[in-house]
């Protein structure tokens, strides 16, 4: 078996396999379905473009998983932070429960009044996801080269500011939205700084979980 052989074998055991994919899928597919119908009763058009964004995203892991063979906990974890910002744009927080906007909007739930929003929680977990798959893409072309990826403290640093670049994009994305819809729940410079500090939180958080996984990975294969 030739190296690529090899990358494209370990790419389907890690995620790539359809078996795999299906579940993940079909999950998706039934809250993003739900999702829209929601939205269009409501005449929601600043929800129908996020989730034109997403429906694009999902493309773009798709093709990432052909080739670098994502791992079933984040294919759906990524599943997971889809429906949480499906939620958190069209659930309603219940009444009497402190919001930082009229629209009363998930997202706008503080669950620490005036110090932690639903909002900072899903960009914590979504750019920690990001900088999860920027590691498995980033170990996968290593090893496609006939390298060893190992979690040095260089690569963790490139796989989190790959996230954090994600996440600045995804900023870019709210931007675009305030200027073709003015009347959005993106909020203002306040609030882009704080999902900024929410996705450098989240990126920390991944890459501190993966070297402490891959080390104690590694010293149980050299033990066996």
């Not at 009763?41 to 063979?69: C, D, H, K, T």
């Not at 910002?85 to 009363?104: F, I, K, Q, Y």
């Not at 704080?194 to 996984?213: E, K, Q």
């Amino acid at each position: 078996m030739d190296l690529g052989e090899s990358v494209s074998s370990q790419a389907a055991s890690a995620g790539g396999h359809p078996q795999r994919l299906w579940p993940v899928a079909a999950f998706t597919f039934a809250y993003l379905v739900g999702a829209l119908v929601i939205a269009a009763a409501r005449g929601n058009l600043e929800f129908l473009y996020y989730i034109a964004v997403m429906i694009g995203l999902i493309g773009i892991v798709w093709v990432v998983n052909r080739y670098v063979g994502l791992t079933a906990g984040v294919l759906w974890g990524l599943s997971l932070w889809g429906l949480a910002h499906m939620a958190g744009g069209l659930l309603l927080a219940p009444s009497g429960w402190p919001v930082s906007a009229d629209s009363r909007v998930l997202y706008t739930l503080w669950l620490i009044p005036d110090r932690l929003k639903y909002d900072h929680v899903v960009h914590a977990y979504g750019f920690g996801m990001t900088t999860w798959v920027c590691w498995q893409g980033l170990r996968a072309a290593i090893r496609r080269r006939g390298g060893i990826a190992a979690p040095t403290v260089g690569l963790m640093v490139l796989s989190a500011t790959a996230g954090l670049g994600f996440g600045a994009l995804n900023e870019v994305v709210e931007f675009v939205a305030t200027l073709v819809m003015p009347e959005t729940n993106v909020g203002g410079y306040l609030n882009t700084g704080w999902d900024l500090v929410a996705n450098l939180f989240g990126a920390t958080v991944a890459v501190t979980l993966i070297w402490l996984y891959e080390r104690v990975s590694a010293a149980r294969t050299v033990a066996d």
